[in-house]
């Protein structure tokens, strides 16, 4: 199974063509590139943007897409990052994006600018979970047929948290897919702690 690759933002344009010969054999099981480029590469552009596109060009021609994270936070990052050919695709978040309106509008943008959307999520609740996920539809159509998510933000949380809520999506697959609840709302129930009134449906 491919899976990407998260370089965190720690690499040199030198270290993204040195890892590119490095890993050559198994990139057939590299689906994508994640932000190998610094966090601020769209608001302080330098002399490394030209290396940064030659080094983005040449994993894409490996087969392997290079996506922007940290540095994709809303559309205005989305144009940007595409007018300097840094990547591929962009992993667009509710919570860098400022809500759901935020995302919906950056995939749209990416869609239009030929950039394959990602529909990723921070550490989270179930809640969290939810709710981005329920953009996938949405995030799909704007940013075509190709769009691909990593919603495992509420597999990361606490157990203190993650046992605040129950329902909503649901892993299936060994872990592999995401199953969409069909209750109301996102799916999501507040568990009914002793005392408590009625369970809240979110």
Do not use: Y
């Amino acid at each position: 199974m491919e899976r990407p690759l998260d370089a965190n933002a720690a690499w040199t344009p030198a270290d993204a063509f040195a890892a590119l010969d490095a890993l050559r054999a198994f990139l057939p099981r590299v689906a994508a590139l994640e932000q190998p480029f610094p966090v601020d590469v769209v608001d302080s552009p330098g002399g490394d943007v030209d290396a940064w596109a030659r080094a983005v060009a040449a994993w894409r021609d490996a087969g392997v897409l290079v996506v922007a994270d940290e540095s994709a936070r809303d559309a205005r990052d989305v144009v940007r990052l595409a007018s300097m050919r840094l990547c591929h695709g962009v992993n667009l978040k509710v919570e860098k994006a400022g809500g759901a309106r935020g995302v919906l509008c950056a995939s749209r943008v990416a869609s239009e600018l030929g950039l394959r959307t990602w529909l990723g999520i921070m550490v989270s609740t179930g809640l969290g979970c939810s709710a981005t996920a329920a953009l996938l539809a949405a995030t799909a159509a704007g940013g075509g047929d190709d769009a691909f998510s990593d919603l495992d933000g509420d597999l990361l949380a606490t157990e203190c948290s993650r046992a605040r809520f129950e329902g909503g999506v649901e892993w299936v697959g060994d872990g592999l897919g995401l199953a969409l609840s069909r209750g109301p709302g996102h799916g999501v129930v507040e568990r009914r702690r002793p005392g408590a009134g009625r369970t809240s449906v979110v």
